[in-house]
């Protein structure tokens, strides 16, 4: 198989304060994650490109000081949102490439997401 | 620019048939992917192609004409339980995935 899981599904948090979120490929390893942001109604949104042991890649706008994303191993990546904002409120899943096997090596199987509210 | 046009909206009937279609302009074409996605979830893979053709796989079928930059999910026999988003995904010369905006299947009674 090929599943993604992601931590926490649910988040409320104060303005100013910092939110991490955990993405970890369950049964392979994963060199490349993705994170996707999607507001309601709207299409994902890709934030940046997570590749295990080096920089994130990140997508014009997103701010990298903001969106802090460490990949420090073949099944987990995190998304930390630093200083979150109202604004910062969304739907935001991650994704993973299994290399080593599936259907097709560039299928992105994605996580369940998780719902960041900020107050 | 890369583009991916799909319908934004589609209403059909339980037991029914329909078809989304799905075209692009993309720099480079290395494959097309269909995802399903359930409101407040996330996407889940239905399908991929690469070569021209239909591909089929229960009740969900993909075609794709790479010479027209198109290509169609249908989906037979709807149950109630198919009305979700369907996101059409085309891989681009560099391996980037560009996402249509989705269409939104509506299944009636």
């Known amino acids: 198989g090929a599943v993604v899981s992601q931590h926490p599904s649910w988040v409320i948090c104060k303005s100013g304060t910092s939110v991490k979120i955990e993405c970890r490929s369950l049964?392979?390893?994963?060199?490349?994650m993705f994170w996707y942001r999607q507001f309601p109604k709207q299409s994902l949104m890709l934030m940046a490109t997570?590749?295990?042991?080096?920089?994130?890649?990140?997508e014009q706008g997103v701010e990298k000081d903001k969106f802090l994303i460490n990949h420090a191993s073949l099944t987990l990546s995190t998304l930390t949102v630093t200083s979150a904002h109202p604004e910062d409120s969304s739907f935001y899943i991650c994704?993973?490439?299994?290399?080593?096997?599936?259907?097709?090596?560039?299928?992105?199987?994605f996580g369940p997401g998780t719902r960041l509210l900020v107050l | 620019g890369q583009n991916i046009d799909q319908p934004t909206e589609m209403t059909a009937t339980e037991g029914a048939i329909v078809q989304i279609n799905c075209t692009y302009q993309?720099?480079?074409?290395?494959?097309l992917f269909w995802y399903q996605q359930h409101a407040g979830e996330a996407p889940t893979f239905l399908s991929y192609n690469v070569l021209d053709g239909l591909e089929e796989k229960g009740r969900f079928s993909s075609f794709l004409s790479r010479s027209k930059g198109y290509s169609y999910l249908l989906l037979k026999e709807l149950q109630m339980k198919d009305s979700a988003s369907y996101l059409c995904a085309v891989l681009d010369s560099n391996y980037q995935l560009i996402w249509g905006a989705g269409t939104k299947l509506i299944i009636k009674p």
């Open positions: 993309t720099s480079g074409f290395n494959g």
């Open positions: 049964d392979f390893q994963a060199t490349t």
């Open positions: 997570s590749n295990e042991g080096s920089k994130a890649t990140y």
């Open positions: 994704s993973a490439r299994n290399l080593a096997g599936g259907l097709v090596q560039e299928t992105q199987y």
